[in-house]
């Protein structure tokens, strides 16, 4: 159970750093938002539960919703469906950002690179290697498809090919992060 609790562990991770003063800062909207100060530490851990969590809702409970919701719409075309999914992301930051209500913000930034390492020290080696595989499959089946097929199904192919080519790059470039810190230590 923790190999999976850990891949959500790593997403929320990516919302939190330590800043020069050792305060523990909170990023609502990530590397889109500026910290919020967390007090202490079992109030800094409190809140990763509650990301971790609402993450964890997203994924089990609320995107198997939301695809439902595509099936018993009737004749729902993609403006519908991309619809549907924004206000589903929205609610989701919503209720993110509700989470720092109260917290004292700051200047500080997080920048991608730290959101990144972050992610890759919490979820581990064992996962950016299923998910670099993963990705690496479906950006060749995004590829099959651009080529081979035709209309509609061609330009799904090909986002769905740059879309995972991506996310393998990311994964690859965590590992190798992971890598060189242990090589240092």
Request: hydrophobic fraction near 50%; glycine fraction near 10%; proline fraction near 2%.
């Amino acid at each position: 159970m923790r190999y999976i609790t850990r891949y959500f562990d790593s997403l929320a991770a990516s919302m939190f750093k330590t800043d020069d003063q050792g305060r523990t800062l909170f990023f609502p909207a990530g590397i889109w938002s500026k910290g919020r100060v967390i007090g202490d530490e079992a109030s800094a851990q409190r809140l990763r539960d509650r990301v971790r969590k609402a993450y964890m809702a997203m994924f089990m409970i609320g995107i198997p919703l939301l695809v439902t919701a595509f099936q018993l719409i009737p004749g729902a075309g993609l403006l519908t469906y991309v619809g549907l999914g924004v206000v589903f992301g929205l609610i989701f930051n919503l209720y993110i950002f509700s989470l720092s209500r109260g917290l004292e913000r700051t200047d500080v930034h997080m920048t991608l690179r730290e959101a990144q390492n972050a992610q890759a020290f919490a979820i581990g080696k064992g996962w950016l290697i299923t998910l670099a595989i993963t990705s690496g499959v479906l950006a060749t089946g995004g590829a099959v498809m651009a080529f081979a097929a035709s209309g509609a199904e061609r330009w799904q192919g090909a986002l769905g090919f740059v879309f995972f080519a991506a996310c393998l790059a990311v994964f690859l470039m965590q590992l190798r992060k992971l890598r060189a810190s242990r090589e240092v230590t």
